[in-house]
């Protein structure tokens, strides 16, 4: 195992809630991402991180926030939170050519 | 921007026998890595296995291989002597070195179905 844990695996929330998502890793990997899963569109990045403190968009991060005080850990952040963010979520981090290793992924729906 | 296809959607085989999963990708990098993904219904994406664009020699893990195809722009999947183990979503990806980091374009998916 790659030693990334994420929290928490499924969550039910309200529309216009604000929820975060917690990633733990125990690797001291310097990157880390967020991407969301959805059928039909694979995965997604949706924000990344190169540091503490340091992150970056992705492809798809209207609607959503990220945060790195600590090296182990990576928070996604939804401000409000909206039917359409109903999706799977993963943390990963990852050595340049070697691929990306995953959380367990979380299950989020916005109801 | 790069992108990731994957033209089968569902797919199909035979305990024991072998199966071929198509990818393929468009980029202008030169220097790149590709890589393939299990997915079963735990959830748990499994890094199955991976491709650097500079090695012309083809990749295997086991019953896992692969056909780089670097002037097409294919990357397919073959597993030999398929188990029902093997039932699960596979994705191909794609990533460059960006001074460190790597984020991945994924292909929508192939679920591959094995039937005792």
Redo the contacts between chains.
Sequence with gaps: DAGITQSPRHKVTETGTPVTLRCHQTENHRYMYWYRQDPGHGLRLIHYSYGVKDTDKGEVSDGYSVSRSKTEDFLLTLESATSSQTSVYFCAISASGHGAFFGQGTRLTVV | AQT?TQSQPEMSVQEAETVTLSCTYDTSESNY?L?W?KQPPS???I?VI?Q?AYKQQNATENRFSVNFQKAAKSFSLKISDSQLGDTAMY?C?F?V?Q???????????TKLTVNP
Excluded at chain 2, 99 to 109: C, D, I, N, W, Y
């Design positions: 990731v890595y890589f993904y959830r748990q994406m890094l991976r650097e994705f990806a990533g070195n001074g460190g980091s790597e984020k991945l374009v994924f292909g929508k998916g």
